[in-house]
């Protein structure tokens, strides 16, 4: 390989994980314009395409994906020589990419985002919101934070939070409209604002379990005239009367606790495992990684009083 190639595959990894000529630029430093110059040179050194383009939207093509997968991981032992560089001194450094769903971000890290800067400036952190379930390897993630129940059982996974619970939550405008609903079967009757899947396209199913028996938990399939991917979307929503919303109720207990959203179905709503980050490995963990780990173990100790 030409030593010289290096900035240009640097730069194709980003466009890739970005899917975009603007973002990418954003990541490093250059104009958009000139990043598609530096691929398109990389192009014709290779002499194969490695991106279809459109207006609206950058994809690998089936070479630029087998390139890609051969490339990703000798530009990781590259990044992970440097940062090793200021490990062997002790001093946590280098891109900490960790993949999480909105709720986890907002409840966890953003609250102590500032101070963890602070602690550790040579630590660049990067959070990808995603509310699927991402390849950590394949796209070059350190880490994810997801709940328990849903982090394979090959991972090392550290807990985060303890159990969280679920709410079923309407503003009293709502309540003025239509009555409260007693079991999930009320919920035919109901306007219910519904979450779709970004990576499968597919809508979740509520959750809930029989009163007195947390085990047996049973799924249902809500209708309503709202469907979005973004969880704050969906609570502004039922803040202005659309439609009930099943939520974590952390994530709206100072709404229901100033009565602008009122919780129903209680005694259906279950408990489940809490927030766990998570990773393929510990062995030879990154010291940018067990800084961040530990970082937010101690936020959690904090929160329960530990």
Same mark, same amino acid.
Not at 71 to 84: E, G, M, N, Q, T
Not at 206 to 212: H, M, R, S, T, V
């Given at each position: 390989m030409d030593p010289a190639q290096l900035p240009a595959l640097m730069a194709f990894d980003s466009v890739a994980r970005h899917g975009s000529f603007t973002h990418a630029a954003g990541e490093t430093g250059v104009s958009p314009s000139a990043l598609s110059q530096t691929i398109r040179a990389l192009e014709t050194q290779l002499n194969v395409? %490695? !991106?279809?383009?459109?207006?609206?939207? *950058?994809a690998l093509t089936e070479a630029g994906a087998q390139f890609l997968e051969r *490339?990703?991981? =000798? %530009?990781?032992? %590259? &990044? =992970? =020589?440097?940062?090793?560089l200021d +490990? =062997? $001194? &002790?001093?946590?450094a280098g891109t900490l990419r960790i993949n999480l769903p909105r709720v986890a971000s907002e409840l966890l890290v953003l609250p102590h985002l500032a101070e963890f800067t602070l602690a550790y400036p040579h630590i660049r952190l990067e959070l990808a919101l995603d509310d699927g379930l991402a390849d950590l390897v394949g796209e070059g993630f350190d880490a994810g934070i997801r709940l328990g129940e849903r982090v394979a059982q090959d991972m090392v996974a550290v807990p985060l939070s303890s159990e969280v619970r679920i709410a079923v939550v309407g503003s009293p405008a709502y309540f003025v409209r239509l009555p409260k609903p007693g079991t999930p079967d009320d919920l035919a009757a109901h306007n219910c604002l519904r979450y779709r899947f970004l990576t499968s396209g597919g809508i979740y199913r509520? +959750? !809930?379990? @029989?009163?007195?028996n947390a085990q047996r938990v049973f799924e249902v399939e809500t209708q309503g005239s709202f469907v979005t991917n973004d969880l704050r979307t969906m609570v502004r929503a039922a803040e202005d009367g659309v439609?009930?919303?099943? *939520?974590?109720? &952390?994530?709206?207990?100072e709404q229901i606790e100033d009565g602008r959203l009122v919780r129903v179905l209680g005694e259906w709503c279950p408990s489940f495992p809490g927030f766990y980050l998570y990773t393929a490995s510990?062995? @030879?963990?990154? %010291?940018?990684? $067990?800084?961040l780990i530990d970082f937010l173990v101690m936020k959690r100790r904090e929160r329960e009083g530990r």
């Open positions: 395409r %490695l !991106f279809n383009r459109t207006t609206r939207r *950058v *490339v990703r991981p =000798a %530009l990781a032992a %590259l &990044d =992970a =020589a440097f940062d090793s +490990e =062997a $001194r &002790d001093h946590p509520w +959750e !809930f379990a @029989q009163p007195g439609g009930l919303l099943h *939520v974590i109720d &952390d994530y709206v207990r510990r062995a @030879q963990m990154p %010291l940018k990684l $067990r800084a």
